[in-house]
């Protein structure tokens, strides 16, 4: 599929739900409510200019540069994270009402429910609610989504790995999703932090950038300072391909990465050694057939010795890692659901949303990720850089 019918075919999806979404705010804010004629037009342009910039955003983000971009769109991503959670605190409160209109009709008493007035009442009280509440959740989770991201420190027990490497540590770092709003001076604090803690390996796991080479190549600039003795790896997510893989490759490259597209090397440390694999994302086939994840490609020429430590963007790659006897897999994309409880939709396409987990003997390691995507909002859960120590059994 074309990058150009792959978005088309996406902001048509986009649009049908946010008419959809914007509509309904219309019905239960507006008309529900009994604003006055001049109020209601009022809500009525402002819920269309609201739904007109969320479709900008993701045109604008790919044609302006950070310096704008970190300005005039951060209303809309306010306002696309803000929507959501207006959306789930209005129908909450609708199913609240509809299970205490059930109940009253069931005890006879369902023509309370019928009067104008009370009618009016209830739709005005939960409009209020759910507006307070909005607003008190986004105020929250811009300030969680602004802050530094902590050090996450992840301790894994591996029983084939040689006791010469315990000890060694693997800074991962994933969904920075740099470009239109966070951007080199966020980077920089990173890298300077990273280096502090002086990793064994360092590695990517996709979603480093949204936008260009043109745009963004720039500001990624501090990445060359990154330095870990046994090399810096990086394997690519859906947005690296959104944002044409083909430029970005070389690009990736001349930072000082190497690419662990489809294939793996060994690393030796005190003559003691592991293997480390990675794979393309899934979202990769979209584009080009070549670009599908192969972890039989990626495995075919590994070394016997050692632990395989696997790089996927998507931890959705967990059932074919655990048959081939990957030891860990290091994942991210799920930001831990950036925006609770959008977390539980992330379990419809995602084994889990973060941490680390067990299937059999293959462990999984689910980074929150170093960035945010779109809104500059968590809640629930923070950006992290992860330092992933490993300690031997034997």
């Known amino acids: 599929m074309s990058r150009t019918l792959f978005f088309a075919i996406f902001l048509a999806v986009v649009l049908g739900v946010l008419s959809g979404t914007h509509y309904y705010f219309y019905l239960r804010l507006v008309k529900d409510t009994g604003l006055s004629p001049t109020w209601t037009r009022v809500a009525k342009w402002t819920l269309v200019a609201l739904s007109a910039s969320l479709v900008l955003t993701f045109i604008l983000s790919r044609l302006l540069s950070h310096a704008v971009t970190s300005i005039v769109l951060f209303l809309p991503y306010v306002w696309m994270g803000s929507m959501f959670y207006l959306l789930v605190l209005l129908a909450g409160a609708d199913l609240v009402k509809l299970v205490a209109w059930a109940a009253a009709r069931a005890s006879g008493h369902a023509a309370w429910f019928d009067l104008e007035g009370h009618r009016l009442w209830l ?7 759910a507006l307070g509440g909005t607003f008190i959740i986004a105020v929250v989770a811009i300030v969680t989504a602004m802050r530094a991201p902590v050090i996450h420190k992840v301790e894994v027990a591996l029983d084939v790995l040689d006791p010469a490497l315990d000890g060694l ?3 991962q770092l994933s969904d920075l999703h740099l470009g239109p709003t966070l951007g080199r001076k966020y980077l920089d604090d990173i890298v300077e932090r990273v280096n502090k803690l002086h990793p064994d390996i360092i590695v990517l796991t996709g979603d480093l950038v949204d936008g260009s080479v043109k745009q963004r190549f720039s500001m990624l ?19 690296e391909f959104y944002s044409d893989w083909m430029q970005w490759q070389p690009a990736i490259e001349k930072l000082g990465f190497r690419l662990m597209d489809n294939r793996c090397l060994e690393l030796e440390k005190a003559g003691a050694r592991l293997v480390l694999a990675g794979v393309y994302d899934f979202d990769g086939a979209r584009f080009d057939s070549g670009w599908a994840p192969d972890l039989g490609k990626a495995l075919s020429n590994c070394p016997g010795e050692g632990p395989i430590i696997l790089l996927s963007h998507q931890a959705r790659i967990i059932k074919q890692a655990a048959e081939r006897g990957v030891q860990l897999v290091l994942s991210g994309h799920n930001h831990g659901g950036q925006i609770w409880p959008w977390s539980y939709l992330v379990l419809l396409q995602q084994p889990v949303i973060t941490g680390l987990h067990r299937f059999g003997d293959t462990q999984l390691y689910v980074t929150q990720g170093t960035g945010f995507w779109g809104p500059p909002m968590r809640f629930g859960t923070r950006s992290e850089i992860a330092l992933i120590s490993l300690h031997s059994q034997r």
Do not use: D, M, Q, W
């Open 123 to 129: 739709s005005r009280l939960s409009a209020l609610v």
């Open 169 to 171: 540590t693997i800074v």
């Open 221 to 239: 600039e501090p990445l060359t300072h990154l330095s870990a003795p046994l090399g810096k790896f990086f394997v690519t997510g859906n947005h």
